[in-house]
């Protein structure tokens, strides 16, 4: 199955295709929403897609809301550290609305936001922690493949990784003897002051380490330096460690995308998770 597509539309920045057979908005730029909705709801329709996914600011939701969007998760101080981020969804198929694991999620999500926020000890003997190269790339690539079998974004084509790496994204590593083992990535928005920790990978024989928790806490340390204001994840709904991750790394719950993200070789609802990185 071929990669999504990521392009404009009236100024909007929408990624969409039969992978997770839905639309996603990334950004709604300078799109006016009156003329934006109207053609988001025909391209879905066209295309077969079962779900809009749009992520917006809260003054440019209402046209979304008449247009029988609804509200799954929100951002507090998303853009520029002041206004907030509405993550609204249009199910075009009504029974993917209905998650089958929703019992599960709920407990996974309490259970989360129940973990104490801790400290971290040392990482292991004969590893450490750093910002990846270009050098990196094919060891890169090699891992998000075998981690996941599919994924929303092409991160295991040496050209998206190069190319992100140039522009708006510092990929991190821990190493063990200068081997890859687990990877990160910090998604910067440059304009906004938002960033995403997202692509999360360890090498199964080394799961178990917290190397999530030690790479979320340095790319933080990074994103600081570089101004950015708030982090957010989107992370899968059904994995309890990397929920708690989060949760044990200070992040708030938000809300869950359900039924949002081709990922692991299906389609999975993903919970929300946001936290300030400068003081109010």
Not at 90 to 101: G, I, K, M, W, Y
Request: hydrophobic letters at 40%; charged letters at 25%.
């Amino acid at each position: 199955m071929k990669n999504d597509t990521i392009e404009r539309l009236h100024g909007a920045l929408i990624q969409h295709g039969p992978k997770s057979a839905r639309i996603y908005v990334m950004e709604c730029a300078g799109a006016e929403p009156e003329t934006l909705v109207p053609e988001l709801l025909e391209l879905a329709g066209e295309r077969g897609y079962g779900k809009i996914f749009a992520k917006v600011p809260e003054p440019a939701a209402d046209e979304f809301l008449r247009a029988g969007f609804h509200e799954e998760a929100r951002i507090p101080g998303f853009f520029a550290g002041a206004e907030t981020a509405l993550f609204l969804a249009l199910f075009v198929d009504p029974p993917r609305a209905q998650s089958v694991d929703a019992v599960e999620i709920t407990r996974i999500a309490s259970l989360a936001r129940n973990a104490e926020v801790r400290s971290l000890g040392p990482l292991p003997d004969g590893c450490s922690l750093r910002i990846c190269t270009p050098d990196d790339i094919p060891v890169m690539s090699e891992i998000y493949r075998e981690v996941f079998p599919t994924y929303p974004f092409p991160i295991d084509d040496p050209a998206w990784l190069l190319e992100t790496m140039r522009t708006h994204v510092d990929y991190y590593g821990v190493c063990y003897e200068g081997r890859l083992v687990a990877l990160a990535s910090s998604e910067m928005d440059l304009q906004g002051g938002s960033v995403e920790m997202t692509d999360f990978a360890t090498l199964p024989d080394w799961r178990g380490r917290a190397f999530a928790l030690h790479l979320l806490v340095e790319m933080e340390e990074g994103m600081r330096r570089k101004k950015m204001r708030t982090a957010f994840t989107i992370a899968r709904a059904l994995s309890a460690g990397m929920n708690i991750t989060f949760a044990r790394a200070g992040y708030a719950f938000s809300g869950t995308l359900v039924n949002n993200t081709n990922i692991s070789g299906g389609i999975e609802s993903m919970n929300v998770w946001f936290k300030p990185l400068v003081e109010c």
